[in-house]
Nanobody, 126 residues
Protein backbone atom coordinates (compact mmCIF):
# COMPACT_ATOMS: atom_id res chain seq x y z
CA UNK A 1 0.00 0.00 0.00
CA UNK A 2 1.24 3.49 -0.89
CA UNK A 3 0.02 6.66 0.77
CA UNK A 4 0.54 10.02 -0.90
CA UNK A 5 0.39 13.42 0.78
CA UNK A 6 0.49 16.63 -1.25
CA UNK A 7 1.50 20.02 0.02
CA UNK A 8 2.38 23.44 -1.31
CA UNK A 9 -0.80 24.70 -2.93
CA UNK A 10 -2.02 28.25 -2.48
CA UNK A 11 -3.22 31.45 -4.10
CA UNK A 12 -0.88 33.48 -6.29
CA UNK A 13 -1.03 36.09 -9.01
CA UNK A 14 -0.50 35.29 -12.65
CA UNK A 15 3.17 34.97 -13.49
CA UNK A 16 4.15 33.79 -10.04
CA UNK A 17 5.63 30.43 -9.05
CA UNK A 18 4.56 27.65 -6.72
CA UNK A 19 6.11 24.37 -5.72
CA UNK A 20 3.96 21.35 -5.00
CA UNK A 21 5.34 18.37 -3.13
CA UNK A 22 4.12 14.80 -2.94
CA UNK A 23 5.50 12.63 -0.20
CA UNK A 24 5.00 8.88 -0.46
CA UNK A 25 5.09 6.17 2.15
CA UNK A 26 6.54 2.72 1.57
CA UNK A 27 9.82 1.23 0.47
CA UNK A 28 9.04 0.82 -3.22
CA UNK A 29 9.11 4.51 -4.05
CA UNK A 30 11.97 4.35 -6.54
CA UNK A 31 9.97 1.88 -8.62
CA UNK A 32 6.80 3.96 -8.70
CA UNK A 33 5.65 6.05 -11.59
CA UNK A 34 4.40 9.28 -10.01
CA UNK A 35 2.20 11.73 -11.81
CA UNK A 36 0.50 15.04 -11.20
CA UNK A 37 -3.02 15.60 -12.41
CA UNK A 38 -5.35 18.55 -12.00
CA UNK A 39 -9.07 18.97 -11.98
CA UNK A 40 -11.44 21.88 -12.27
CA UNK A 41 -14.91 21.32 -10.89
CA UNK A 42 -17.17 19.91 -13.55
CA UNK A 43 -14.32 18.85 -15.81
CA UNK A 44 -12.32 15.67 -16.21
CA UNK A 45 -9.06 15.15 -14.40
CA UNK A 46 -6.22 16.34 -16.61
CA UNK A 47 -2.66 15.02 -16.88
CA UNK A 48 0.03 17.54 -15.96
CA UNK A 49 3.34 15.72 -15.59
CA UNK A 50 4.84 12.40 -14.58
CA UNK A 51 8.12 10.78 -13.68
CA UNK A 52 8.81 7.12 -14.24
CA UNK A 53 10.28 4.83 -11.63
CA UNK A 54 13.67 3.17 -12.11
CA UNK A 55 15.19 5.96 -14.13
CA UNK A 56 13.03 9.00 -13.68
CA UNK A 57 12.10 9.84 -17.28
CA UNK A 58 9.75 12.80 -17.30
CA UNK A 59 6.64 13.60 -19.31
CA UNK A 60 4.58 16.78 -19.57
CA UNK A 61 1.29 17.98 -20.92
CA UNK A 62 1.77 20.43 -23.77
CA UNK A 63 -0.03 23.11 -21.76
CA UNK A 64 2.67 23.15 -19.07
CA UNK A 65 5.79 22.20 -21.02
CA UNK A 66 8.52 24.78 -20.47
CA UNK A 67 6.81 26.21 -17.39
CA UNK A 68 6.50 23.24 -15.01
CA UNK A 69 9.25 20.88 -13.91
CA UNK A 70 8.72 17.53 -12.20
CA UNK A 71 11.53 15.99 -10.19
CA UNK A 72 11.92 13.18 -7.71
CA UNK A 73 14.09 12.45 -4.70
CA UNK A 74 14.24 8.70 -4.12
CA UNK A 75 15.94 9.17 -0.75
CA UNK A 76 13.23 11.42 0.62
CA UNK A 77 10.42 9.54 -1.16
CA UNK A 78 9.25 12.81 -2.66
CA UNK A 79 8.19 14.19 -6.01
CA UNK A 80 8.14 17.93 -6.60
CA UNK A 81 6.29 19.94 -9.20
CA UNK A 82 7.87 23.34 -9.74
CA UNK A 83 5.36 25.62 -11.43
CA UNK A 84 6.63 28.84 -12.98
CA UNK A 85 4.83 31.44 -15.03
CA UNK A 86 1.46 30.45 -13.64
CA UNK A 87 -1.58 31.34 -15.71
CA UNK A 88 -5.22 31.78 -14.81
CA UNK A 89 -6.00 28.49 -16.54
CA UNK A 90 -3.66 26.64 -14.17
CA UNK A 91 -6.22 27.13 -11.40
CA UNK A 92 -7.35 23.68 -10.24
CA UNK A 93 -7.06 21.08 -7.55
CA UNK A 94 -3.77 19.28 -8.11
CA UNK A 95 -3.48 15.60 -7.30
CA UNK A 96 -0.46 13.40 -6.92
CA UNK A 97 -0.89 9.85 -8.20
CA UNK A 98 1.30 6.77 -8.27
CA UNK A 99 1.40 3.32 -9.73
CA UNK A 100 3.86 0.47 -9.59
CA UNK A 101 3.07 -1.31 -12.86
CA UNK A 102 2.11 1.52 -15.19
CA UNK A 103 3.03 1.03 -18.81
CA UNK A 104 4.29 3.99 -20.79
CA UNK A 105 1.19 4.25 -22.95
CA UNK A 106 -0.92 4.77 -19.82
CA UNK A 107 1.16 7.45 -18.19
CA UNK A 108 -1.29 10.21 -19.11
CA UNK A 109 -4.39 8.22 -18.13
CA UNK A 110 -5.67 8.98 -14.62
CA UNK A 111 -7.76 5.79 -14.52
CA UNK A 112 -4.60 3.68 -14.67
CA UNK A 113 -3.05 5.03 -11.46
CA UNK A 114 -3.77 3.02 -8.32
CA UNK A 115 -2.80 5.47 -5.60
CA UNK A 116 -3.94 9.05 -5.09
CA UNK A 117 -3.35 11.88 -2.69
CA UNK A 118 -6.05 14.11 -1.27
CA UNK A 119 -5.37 17.04 -3.58
CA UNK A 120 -4.17 20.58 -3.04
CA UNK A 121 -5.79 23.74 -4.38
CA UNK A 122 -3.88 26.08 -6.66
CA UNK A 123 -5.58 29.38 -7.46
CA UNK A 124 -4.10 31.86 -9.92
CA UNK A 125 -5.63 35.32 -10.11
CA UNK A 126 -5.03 38.34 -12.31
Amino acid sequence: QVQLVESGGGSVQAGASLTLSCEASGTIFRRLTVGWFRQVQGKEREFVAATRGNGGSTYYADSVKGRFTISRDNVKNMVTLQMNGLKLEDTAVYYCAADLHLILSSIRRSVDYDYWGQGTQVTVSS
